[in-house]
C-alpha cells in the first residue's frame, strides 16, 4: 500500500516561515503528479501548490511569491517552502500524490495531514 507521511507543521508569528515536507513509500513506479491542498473549519479543501514529473508547477494565487515547492524524485518526497506566513495561512495541510503502484495501479493518494497555525 502507498502511502504518504507530512511532516514539518507547527505554530509560527506572522511573517515566518515553514518547511512541510512529505514523503511517499510503498510499491511505487512512477509518481506523476504531487501536491499541496489545505482546509479549515467549515471550509473546502483547496489547492496550495503542485508539481508534475515533467517539472510544471501550479500555485494558488493567495501564495504566490511566498511559498515554493519542489520536489526529490530519487527519493519520492515533495516539499513546500512557506515564507512571509500570514494568519490566514492557518489551516491543515494535505500531501497529494497521482501514483502507479503495483497494487493499486493508478490512484489518488493522501497524507494525514499536518497544522500549520500563524498567530501572534
Known amino acids: 500500500q502507498v502511502q504518504l507521511v507530512e511532516s514539518g507543521g507547527g505554530l509560527v508569528q506572522p511573517g515566518g516561515s515553514l518547511t512541510l515536507s512529505c514523503a511517499a513509500s510503498?510499491?511505487?513506479?512512477?509518481?506523476?503528479?504531487l501536491g499541496w491542498y489545505r482546509q479549515g473549519p467549515g471550509k473546502q479543501r483547496e489547492l496550495v501548490a503542485r508539481?508534475?514529473?515533467?517539472?510544471?508547477?501550479e500555485y494558488a494565487d493567495s501564495v504566490k511569491g511566498r511559498f515554493t515547492i519542489s520536489r526529490d524524485n530519487a527519493m519520492n518526497t515533495v516539499y513546500l517552502q512557506m515564507n512571509s506566513l500570514k494568519p490566514e495561512d492557518t489551516d491543515v495541510y494535505y500531501c497529494?500524490?497521482?501514483?502507479?503502484?503495483?497494487?493499486?495501479?493508478?490512484?489518488?493518494?493522501w497524507g494525514q495531514g499536518t497544522q500549520v497555525t500563524v498567530s501572534s
Open positions: 497529494n500524490g497521482y501514483i502507479y503502484s503495483s497494487t493499486t495501479r493508478w490512484n489518488e493518494f
Open positions: 510503498g510499491s511505487i513506479f512512477r509518481i506523476v503528479a
Open positions: 508539481t508534475t514529473s515533467g517539472g510544471s508547477t
